[in-house]
């Protein structure tokens, strides 16, 4: 089975902190994501990686940065972190392949304090 | 990207068949059209994918229109455990580069008793 492993379920930080969420996925896959999830807004894209040390921007990268220093590791960083940026953190994984479906870990609920 | 169009909540009654529908209008050749479900505090689960014919697997069945304008999840028999809001979302397939999956607000279904 398809593992996406991210490695905190709950988490609560002060304002300013700089947090690292991290996600491990256990199938060679190409492309990694990061999504935070908030009520009434959906799923919204934050930085995608399709190779090693390549990133690219999602729809809102504003107040985050991301590292995939490795093939498996995909990390979300929050530099100096703020209530705003409470949230559900979703990771999820893709094979270069088009024809297959992304999986996902089962979040990280960020609390900003 | 294609956008895609989905009702905002459904209800279904157990037993019966829940067809979701979704609208892609914008769709291109290329793009897949793939549906995720997310059970409450859960991360996203994939359930089906298609590009021109339509697609059943042991979860779901897919039926695409002739003209990828638009596409219905059929859920034959739904269940309580099937509540849950269904995202549809559409995939670049391009021949190189980088790629990402956009999610909408998706559908929120609700199966009754």
């Known amino acids: 089975d398809v593992k996406v492993t991210q490695s905190s379920r709950y988490l609560v930080k002060r304002t300013g902190e700089k947090v690292f969420l991290e996600c491990v996925q256990d199938?060679?896959?190409?492309?990694m994501f990061w999504y935070r999830q908030d009520p009434g807004l959906g799923l919204r894209l934050i930085y995608f990686?399709?190779?090693?040390?390549?990133?690219e921007k999602g729809d809102i990268p504003e107040g985050y940065s991301v590292s995939r220093e490795k093939k498996e590791r995909f990390s979300l960083i929050l530099e100096s972190a703020s209530t705003n940026q409470t949230s559900m953190y979703l990771c999820?994984?893709?094979?270069?392949?088009?024809?297959?479906?992304?999986?996902f870990g089962q979040g990280t609920r960020l609390t900003v304090v | 990207d294609a956008k895609t169009t989905q009702p905002t909540s459904m209800d279904c009654a157990e037993g019966r068949a829940a067809n979701l529908p979704c609208n892609h209008s914008?769709?291109?050749?290329?793009?897949?059209v793939y549906w995720y479900r997310q059970i409450h505090s859960q991360g996203p689960q994939y359930i089906i994918h298609?590009?021109?014919n339509n697609e059943t697997n042991e979860m779901a069945s897919l039926i695409i229109t002739e003209d990828r304008k638009s596409s219905t999840l059929i859920l034959p028999h739904a269940t309580l455990r099937d509540t849950a809001v269904y995202y549809c979302?559409?995939?670049?397939?391009?021949?190189?580069?980088?790629?990402?999956?956009?999610f909408g607000k998706g559908t929120k279904l609700t199966v009754n008793p």
């Open positions: 914008t769709i291109s050749g290329n793009e897949y």
């Open positions: 999820a994984s893709s094979p270069a392949e088009r024809a297959v479906g992304a999986f």
């Open positions: 199938m060679d896959h190409e492309n």
């Open positions: 298609g590009l021109k």
């Open positions: 990686s399709y190779d090693v040390k390549m990133k």
């Open positions: 979302i559409v995939r670049v397939a391009p021949q190189g580069g980088s790629e990402k999956l956009v």
